[in-house]
């Protein structure tokens, strides 16, 4: 399948590698880059493997609406038009081990018009191939961390009474999402995820279940009302660093958005921790990734690609709730 976006992956030096992303398309296109090439953010732009086993990414996830996105979120590139990047590799993942590895670079990136997210671009590169010096990468390793002048915030007591409020309703929707996945009212079921193997319904009931329990115990993740690490901008709701358990919530979570939707297509709190929960390693693995945002977009997924993305997740407990 030919890709609307061209990314060429070259070596600078080290773990450091330039990206060059064109647009091969017959039209101009204007894309969210939050996740993507040209984000400042520290978010997966480049999966690298070794020995064909992808080495665990530890950057970070952004959370951003499907309506309403500003310019500064936006790229745009006429056909032809070409747009450049650098990404340090050791910076989001563990190299340390050196020798070979391969990078690559493909998936599906928001197409943004007027300001709403009405479809998807694809995109791809060639797999590249690079002999790591492991004890320079390690010198780099989680430095990320160590420079991001994280701050600790206290939530003042409307912020922690609004989020805490949003995790109890988030553990309430996943525990019964659990067991209605395996229940015998499968319509629901396959108009989110596509399909009602059991294999599938058993995978979606134990991540809830996994959901769940973290949203009622709190053992494993560390939420913040504010932004120690200075990645929220004001398109975003939230993001997680799933490598380090933590959960951000940005401004917007607070100013935009209710305690639970009322439309089974709406965004609240209660279902953005869902979302993000979704996204750490630690609460259920391999984490949720963010293959398509919003309810169109997420619903329209095939099924080994719905049971693997967080916004289906958080429309399906949604629906339940709302008997959708």
Not at 14 to 33: E, L, P, Y
Not at 39 to 68: D, M, Q, Y
Not at 72 to 79: D, G, K
């Amino acid at each position: 399948m030919n890709s609307v976006l061209e990314v060429t992956l070259s070596r600078i030096n080290d773990t450091r590698v330039k990206s060059s992303v064109k647009n091969n398309g017959t039209d101009n296109i204007r894309f969210a880059h939050l996740n993507f090439f040209g984000s400042s953010a520290p978010v997966k732009k480049i999966s690298v493997f070794r020995a064909n086993t992808e080495i665990e990414f530890e950057g970070v996830k952004l959370h951003f609406g499907a309506v309403g996105l500003t310019k500064e979120s936006i790229t745009c590139l006429a056909t032809g038009e070409i747009v450049e990047d650098e990404v340090d590799l050791a910076y989001t993942t563990d190299l340390s081990a050196g020798g070979p590895v391969l990078i690559k670079s493909e998936g599906t990136v928001p197409i943004v018009t007027d300001g709403n997210i009405t479809g998807y671009a694809t995109y791809r590169s060639k797999a590249l191939q690079l002999e790591i010096d492991g004890l320079k990468a390690a010198e780099k390793s989680r430095t990320l961390f160590r420079i991001s002048h994280r701050r600790d915030y206290q939530c003042n007591s409307q912020s922690k009474d609004i989020l805490m409020k949003a995790i109890s309703t988030a553990s309430r929707l996943v525990s019964i999402a659990s067991e209605m996945a395996l229940s015998s009212e499968e319509t629901r079921f396959q108009g989110y995820f596509h399909t009602t193997e059991e294999q599938k319904r058993m995978l979606v009931s134990s991540r809830f279940r996994a959901v769940a329990n973290e949203a009622k115990s709190g053992s494993l993740i560390t939420y913040h009302c504010s932004d120690p690490y200075g990645l929220c901008t004001p398109n975003l709701i939230a993001y997680t660093w799933g490598y380090k358990n933590e959960i951000i919530t940005c401004d917007r979570f607070y100013s935009q958005y209710p305690l639970l939707a009322k439309e089974c297509d709406g965004a609240d709190q209660a279902t953005t921790i869902i979302h993000e929960l979704t996204h750490v390693p630690a609460v259920y693995g391999p984490a949720t990734r963010d293959i398509a945002y919003g309810y169109d977009a997420a619903t329209q997924l095939a099924a080994t690609e719905a049971v693997n993305n967080a916004d289906n997740y958080s429309f399906y407990s949604l629906a339940v709730e709302l008997q959708c």
